[in-house]
């Protein structure tokens, strides 16, 4: 999924700024085809006034795209992606998923992702049925929410789409990422970033404050300590998972011997030590937030 993009306008020459925003996204897209993914999904809403969706404060200047124009934009590179030979085929939301409908369809077909918007409105439509007056059986509350769901792909077809990468079948990777997968807390989820980034005053209304605070976030980058996924406290980190996704503070792993690299059932314990730096950080991280982004219609 590709739920949110940010750019500020200050790429030159800019005549050749859409064609390398092209690129950027068309290349993106030929890596995961080429790493098996069958399909991109993409959210098109631009942000409102005064909203900023990754990067603080944007120039005063800028345009913002309106809803029409971003969607034309967006058509624009799915063009540019077929003739690349990347993209096999693009459905809005009302043809992949009310083509062959059955009811129940919706809540199948549709891909929760964190960040985007139909998780929190299908939450959203069953609290208030559930807190309805008069009592629902759950089949009735699933043709009332099939109802909902769509009259809203028929409201908004034209802002979500299915990018159709790969067959749907029979599909094997033609390439490998051997790379290690480097994780940074900071860039967990664009609300923290935009957080961290407001607090500490990392604007991009110019060109100079773009520069000044793109040289903060990359020194941020090499000197923030491992902080526990569950106390948020600075930490020597504990890798209690195999990919290194969940990362814990001795204290909160009940772990005592940092020196141990254990082998247990094919699951791996992981001990990796790092220096904490001496900066009293705590105020530069805001508890974590999992909600999902109120979705604007």
């Known amino acids: 999924m590709i739920a949110y993009l940010d750019t500020v306008q200050y ?17 993106y897209l030929e890596y995961m085809k080429e790493l098996g993914f069958k399909q991109a999904y993409i959210w098109a809403s631009p942000p409102g006034k005064g909203n900023d969706y990754i990067l603080n404060t944007h120039p005063k200047h800028q345009h913002n795209l309106t809803q029409s124009e971003l969607v034309e934009w967006y058509k624009k590179l799915f063009r540019h ?9 693009i459905q809005n939301i009302k043809e992949e998923i009310l083509s062959d409908y059955k009811i ?6 549709l891909p929760y992702m964190d960040g985007d918007n139909w998780p929190g409105v299908i939450e959203e439509k069953l609290i208030t049925m559930s807190n309805a007056k008069s009592a629902k059986t759950n089949e009735e509350m699933k043709l009332s929410l099939s109802i909902y769901l769509r009259d809203l792909f028929q409201k908004h077809a034209e802002e979500f789409f299915f990018l159709h990468l790969n067959d749907a079948v029979n599909t094997s990777p033609t390439t490998r990422d051997d790379n290690e997968q480097v994780d940074y807390q900071l860039f967990s989820s664009r609300e923290l970033f935009l957080d961290v980034s407001s607090q500490h005053h990392w604007e991009f ?8 605070s ?6 941020e980058l090499t000197k923030l300590p491992y902080r ?5 406290e600075p930490c020597i980190c504990v890798c209690i998972s195999p990919d290194n996704a969940l990362e814990l503070c001795e204290k ?18 992981m ?12 105020s530069f991280y805001p508890v974590r937030s999992d909600s999902v982004s109120e979705a604007v219609w």
């Open 11 to 27: 790429f030159k020459p800019k005549e050749y700024r859409r064609r390398v925003y092209f690129e950027l996204l068309i290349g």
């Open 252 to 269: 909160c792993s009940n772990h005592t011997h940092l020196e141990k690299e254990r082998f247990d059932n094919n699951q791996v314990t």
């Open 228 to 232: 526990c996924d569950k106390c948020y």
């Open 81 to 89: 992606g077929i003739g690349e030979g990347v993209i096999k085929k």
């Open 214 to 219: 793109t040289i903060c976030i990359i020194h």
């Open 104 to 109: 129940g369809d919706e809540m199948i077909k």
């Open 205 to 212: 209304t110019n060109v100079r404050r773009a520069k000044f």
């Open 271 to 282: 001990i990796r030590q790092t220096p904490i730096t001496t900066m009293d950080q705590q």
